[in-house]
């Protein structure tokens, strides 16, 4: 179902299909009589698959998975390439996940598997590498041998390839892949020979980006996203189930926030992602906080600004703020997206605000009355290619920042 299904649909789970599947977070379960519930979307897209049954929360506008995985790698990496994902063409976003991650491993390993040297530390009968003498000191005190020594192995046991594993069982734990994909997953991982398999849950190690590691660096995008924002595990009760499952709005705020901060790092000043503003109060955001109550000098209503730029002296000079949704011009809370940006910019005492959304049309600017301020909404739409996504939120940073006097 489309994330902005209002109504949702009736299915029939059993109780530990239903408990699992709300555990999941993609939707809100709402019993109804005997084995039947409503699912309704609440801001998640995903998907989570049992034995049986998929259910499948799709973004809207029907957003490809190459598109969502894009936005995903690219907010974790900016060096994330779009044909890190080769699957669009998969209507069921496992298959394409899984296909997408054999291709880009298999393409990693042309050259075979990598290796680095490691530190390793042991207790050994002759010295190799170096003595570890505070080691040796602290657990055989007045004794020679073993020796505590500290050597560097190369090996093909490194983070790079510690990930990539990982990614490869954690699609060999999703329930009725295509045959070949599943045996095409087995093969990569066997070629994995000597690489620590990462355990569930376990965090993801870091690596560095090198000249060495190039070759590595599309499939390692790819994977963290696996493995970040995915599961697949038996349950208890034996029930098999994957999960793959994000929150959109903070996926769009992410991206857009990694996208204006590598367009505007060449520029003149520098820039706050998740900025402090205070409405009340004598103090602004380079003094923080100081206490919680009423009498707090900072003020005790503070919001954080999803992004804003500051010339070199630390004075804010141009606000963005990312939303996936805007807000309804009807309803309780109509045109709240103004209101915010209005009070945004009345606390950093900047005139123009600049309302990055998701959606198609033309950039529109409002001038609130009595005010001096300005809201620009300015649409992203998300269905065009990586190459024209970034371009159109460089084309929005740069307009941004010529409307400022100091910098034009």
Known sequence: MDELNADGIEVQLDTDQARLLAESKLVDVQPLSGH???????????????????IEVTPKHKLGVAHLMFLLGYAKNPGF????????????????????????VERSLTLGLLQGYRTEQEALL?????????????RRPGYLVPIEVRYDEFS?????????LAALHLMLGVPR??????????????????????????????????RLNERYQSALGLAEVLLRNSSARASAVGVEMSAFVVVMWKVFEDFVTTALRDVLADHP????????????????WSQGMTGKGADDPHGDV??????????????????????????????????ADHYQMLAYCTALQVPVA?????????????????TGVDVVAAPINLRQSPEEVLARIRQIALRALDEVPALA
Do not use: C
Request: aromatic share 8%.
């Open 156 to 164: 093909p046991d490194i983070a790079e390839n510690q990930i990539l």
């Open 302 to 335: 503070v919001m954080d600004v999803d992004v804003v730029h500051l010339d070199d002296g630390g004075t804010p000079n141009v606000v963005f703020d990312a939303k996936y949704k805007l807000a309804s011009s009807t309803g309780d809370y109509a045109n």
């Open 177 to 210: 892949l295509q045959p070949e994909t599943r045996r095409r997953l087995l093969h990569l991982a066997a070629r994995f020979a000597g690489v620590t398999r990462l355990l569930p849950g376990t965090p993801i190690p870091r690596w560095h980006r090198s």
């Open 354 to 370: 600049w309302l990055i959304y998701a959606g198609g049309g033309q950039d529109i600017r409002r001038t609130i009355k009595n």
């Open 126 to 138: 002759t010295v190799r590498g170096r003595i570890a003498f505070e080691e040796q000191i602290r």
């Open 36 to 54: 039947s519930f409503r699912l309704l979307p609440n801001g998640r897209v995903g998907a989570v698959r049992f034995e049986d049954l998929q």
């Open 269 to 284: 000043g520098f820039v706050r992602p998740q900025l402090p503003a205070y409405l009340t109060g004598e103090g602004d």
């Open 81 to 104: 390439r779009p044909d890190s994902v080769m699957a669009e063409t998969y209507s069921d976003l496992w298959p394409a996940m899984a296909h997408s991650l054999v291709v880009s």
